[in-house]
């Protein structure tokens, strides 16, 4: 299904394009920093976080409310009153205005940086609700491609890719992340006792934070979370890690206040419990102990139980990888062909359903792309009763529109890292291999399609 509201937020990454001014250079080293700085200064957005991965940056934005709609009210007051699902994802216009301002940072750094970066990723989350998340990816050569002209606006919105997500990580992590929060506010246990599902004692807190609530002045001790991680460990349990750094100034508050020096790095583990409407914190367990010198030492872990390398795996709510041509064009094609099939008239007509997607195999030593072909017919069809096979004439005309994206796209792109197309049908046994050739024949015209699936020239 298309959905109208959320095209809107995708059609202010062909807008921002415009915004790249291209004067001033931001050096490699300071790409981060820039993006950062430009949005808190110049649009007040704060908390936002820049990775780099290979040739791709990634930027998370936190938002407040992506959605107009509040989903866990929507649902609860029945689903008869959700009537069409355009207007129940409708992005709230604060969420668009920050989208569009954290692509206009992107942008002017991308454009004037002499960091050698390919994509950009754009990750705006609801980190107070839903945990959903709109993810914009997109080729930095498009955005200059766009501002010379040699794409049109609409077509650079094509290229750019979008999907709607659930962030899990975001949901599982705040009650953490708020526990801190209010940890740097408390003036007694009893502030935070909402957060557990019985009080600490004085003594328990103490010897899990290393902080006397009953000295300390909450305002001078910072704690500072680092990237969350974490994972479910039974259907209402997470299991979380979390990384926190203390700051404080030792000279403003009273000795025996808090038992490490400042800057030290604190790791726990926390068990959280969402088998009720707010989550409780049900185990702390730290990472560390103090030794007889009072100095932090790590707990030794079971050389079978490799921490590092084990939550590689676990969630987080900013995960980046490094983005490769080959499979944003498989992820693009997917995308575009299926709405050039959705759209037209003729295949609507003839196939009840389609599914098919696009795949980039870089794991061959021949690299190549392959398409992967699954439909249900329309009856009464032409050709009901009859097995679909590749030849068949309805087959061979949504193949026909396929295959015409496919040589398009990737010769505007001017990719060249593939050998063949390999196109695979659920209801053929018989996969067909288009070399680049014949496909290069076809794109000019000078072969058709059903000729080169039977070994027939034109």
């Not at 062909?14 to 200064?41: D, H, M, N």
């Not at 070399?435 to 059903?450: C, H, P, S, T």
Request: proline share 5%; glycine share 4%.
């Amino acid at each position: 299904m298309k959905l109208k509201k959320l095209e809107r937020a995708v059609m202010v990454a062909g807008l921002f394009v415009l915004g790249g001014c291209g004067v001033q250079t931001y050096p490699a080293e300071k790409v981060r920093e820039s993006i950062q700085e430009i949005c808190r200064k110049e649009y007040g957005i704060e908390n936002v976080q820049v990775k780099i991965a290979g040739r791709t940056v990634g930027v998370f934005l936190p938002v407040k409310k992506l959605f107009v709609t509040d989903f866990k009210e929507a649902l609860l007051s029945g689903a008869g009153k959700i009537t069409e699902l355009d207007n129940f994802l409708q992005p709230s216009p604060e969420a668009l205005n920050q989208v569009e301002d954290t692509l206009f940072s992107i942008s002017r750094v991308l454009l004037s940086t002499d960091l050698n970066l390919q994509f950009y990723v754009l990750q705006a989350t609801d980190v107070e609700k839903t945990g959903l998340s709109l993810v914009l990816t997109g080729f930095v050569d498009d955005i200059k491609r766009v501002r010379l002209w040699d794409i049109s606006r609409d077509e650079y919105r094509k290229r750019v890719l979008h999907e709607l997500k659930l962030n899990r990580a975001v949901i599982w992590n705040k009650p953490i992340r708020n526990f801190f929060q209010d940890l740097g506010k408390a003036k007694s246990i009893e502030d935070l006792k909402n957060f557990f599902p019985r009080s600490l004692t004085p003594e328990e807190f103490k010897s899990l934070f290393l902080v006397d609530l009953k000295k300390a002045s909450p305002e001078l001790i910072h704690w500072n979370v680092g990237e969350l991680r974490s994972i479910p460990v039974e259907p209402t349990k997470v299991l979380v890690y979390a990384p926190v750094k203390v700051e404080y100034k030792p000279e403003l508050l009273p000795a025996g206040t808090i038992q490490i020096s400042p800057g030290t790095a604190l790791e726990y583990f926390f068990v959280v419990n969402f088998s009720t409407d707010k989550p409780k914190i049900i185990k702390i367990i730290p990472l560390f102990f103090l030794d007889e010198a009072g100095k932090i030492q790590k707990v030794s872990m079971p050389k079978e139980f490799e921490i590092d390398k084990d939550m590689e795996s676990w969630e987080t709510e900013f995960h980046l990888a490094e983005i490769h041509l080959g499979e944003f064009l498989a992820e693009q094609l997917t995308r575009r062909t299926q709405n050039l099939l959705y759209t037209d008239e003729r295949i609507q007509n003839t196939f009840e359903s389609i599914r098919s997607n696009f795949r980039y195999h870089k794991e061959n030593p021949d690299h190549f792309f392959s398409f992967e072909l699954d439909v249900k017919l329309r009856t009464p069809s032409p050709w009901a009763g009859a097995a679909p096979t590749a030849l068949h004439e309805d087959v061979l005309y949504l193949l026909n529109l396929v295959s015409r994206e496919f040589v398009t796209i990737l010769r505007s792109y001017r990719f060249s890292d593939f050998e063949f197309l390999q196109l695979n049908f659920t209801f053929d046994p018989v996969s067909r291999i288009l070399g680049r050739e014949e496909l290069e024949l076809f794109r000019r015209n000078k072969a058709d399609l059903q000729g080169i699936l039977t070994g027939v020239p034109l």
